[in-house]
């Protein structure tokens, strides 16, 4: 991988900026494994006057970045906010993105479902229904429900419910798309961290430990903060590496399977170009 050939492109609505043409902006996109969306934040420099009055609330924005001959997307969403400031001649644009469909935060529920009716095939009409794409779809339990199942109420919030609740599994939307899996499985696997593939050593790199719940003592206690404990790197900017997803890492201080739990991207033409990861040991 050519780690000192950057390139990204931001798409605004119908209107596509690269850095290879020479447009230069900023990067910041959060991601965590749980339903909770994304906020993605961009600063743009020195947009034309028509550009900067073409940008308009619920546009679509898509972030692709990498290096080149290896480019993906890190990010899907629509424009929530963004303000314009002029220091001189030079003009800065600042953009919050919501990875937010429309179908998902806005679209209300109502239909009941007969008697035995499972809990796969209720979220499947329900995706249908709506538009939404599916990236991944296995639920750890396909619940029946012998007297059927009325979902009525934000669409969001029922099928929150019934992945995560009834079924539990676990649900998040990435790249535009829903993905519903065993919590315990990466949603994709293999990919292997290195010093020679792009991990980052820093002395500010984390081990974090999760207080166990007063239910738990002994050995169970043990176990219980053994699970939660989580710990935090950085590498080089990688779209590969994203919520959910199972990471091999190989490193002198840190060596085994691991799920992602947390992270972001961060990106800037003359500075940062990191991804940051929080995880856990893989079950």
């Known amino acids: 991988m050519a780690f000192f050939l950057r390139s990204a492109s931001l798409q605004i609505g119908p209107l596509k900026y690269s850095m290879d043409d020479g447009f230069y902006f900023d990067f910041d996109v959060p991601f965590y494994d749980s339903e909770q969306l994304t906020t993605a934040s961009f600063t743009v420099n020195n947009l034309s006057e028509t550009s900067r009055l073409g940008i308009r609330k619920d546009q679509v924005v898509i972030l692709n970045a990498g290096y080149e001959g290896d480019v993906g997307v890190l990010f899907v969403g ?40 499972k809990a796969g095939d209720v979220v499947r009409d329900l995706l249908n ?26 669409l969001k919030d029922i099928l ?5 609740n009834e079924c539990g599994s676990r649900l998040l939307i990435r790249a535009n798309q ?4 065993d919590p315990a499985d990466g949603i994709t696997r293999g990919y292997l961290l290195t010093p020679e593939s792009g991990l980052l050593t820093h002395s500010d790199d984390l081990d974090t430990t999760g207080i166990a719940s007063q239910q738990t003592s002994g050995a169970s206690e043990e176990k ?21 997803d199972q990471i091999q890492i190989q490193s002198r201080d840190l060596n085994g399977k691991f799920l992602i739990v947390s992270g972001r991207h961060k990106g800037s033409p003359t500075g940062a170009w990191t991804t940051e990861i929080e995880f856990k040991t893989a079950g």
């Open 224 to 244: 219980k903060a053994q699970e939660e404990k989580t710990w935090k790197r950085k590498c080089l900017l990688n779209y590969h590496l994203g919520p959910g």
């Open 129 to 154: 229904i709506f538009g939404l794409e599916v990236g991944v779809f296995r639920l750890v339990e396909d619940k029946t429900y012998p007297r059927g199942r009325i979902c009525s109420g934000k």
């Open 178 to 181: 829903v993905m519903i899996s």
């Open 160 to 164: 929150t419910e019934i992945v995560v």
């Open 78 to 117: 629509q424009v929530a906010s963004c303000s314009h400031k002029q220091n001189g001649v030079e003009w800065q644009t600042k953009i919050t993105a919501a990875a937010a469909l429309d179908q998902w935060l806005n679209a209300q529920v109502n239909k009941t479902y007969g008697e035995g009716s």
